[in-house]
């Protein structure tokens, strides 16, 4: 059973630091990517970052460039979102997500989700 779970959620302040975890189990991940998306209160989804398992190319969306970093381990299956000079508008549900795909550079096509987990950037 394949299952994702998000960590790793909080309250910090304009300016701070946040990472996120997400934990993969069922799959093997070698032809997988994974990504992370998130959605504001009244706004659609955004696919934020991706990262292809195999070799680690990563895509970004622009106003995440320079900020945030996706990688990942492979020991532990487990993907992260390192999140910088976050700001207000920053504050989301951060889902993390996986299909067993190589794009990582697209929001098509993923099949598995996690929870969620809350990140709130107070101004």
């Known amino acids: 059973q394949v299952q994702v779970v998000e960590s790793g959620g909080g309250l910090v302040q304009n300016g701070g630091s946040l990472r996120l975890a997400c934990e993969f189990s069922?799959?093997?991940?070698?032809?997988?990517?994974m990504g992370w998306f998130r959605q504001a209160p009244g706004k659609e989804r955004e696919f934020v970052a991706g990262?292809?398992?195999?070799?680690?190319?990563?895509y970004y969306e622009d106003s995440v460039k320079g900020r945030f970093a996706i990688s990942r381990d492979n020991a532990q299956n487990t993907a992260y979102l390192l999140m910088n000079s976050l700001k207000p508008d920053d504050t989301a549900v951060y889902y993390c997500?996986?299909?067993?795909?190589?794009?990582?550079?697209?929001?098509?096509?993923?099949?598995?989700w996690g929870q969620g987990t809350q990140v709130t950037v107070s101004s």
């Open positions: 997500a996986a299909k067993p795909y190589r794009d990582y550079d697209t929001p098509l096509g993923y099949g598995y």
């Open positions: 990262i292809r398992w195999s070799d680690g190319s990563t």
């Open positions: 069922g799959r093997t991940l070698s032809t997988y990517s």
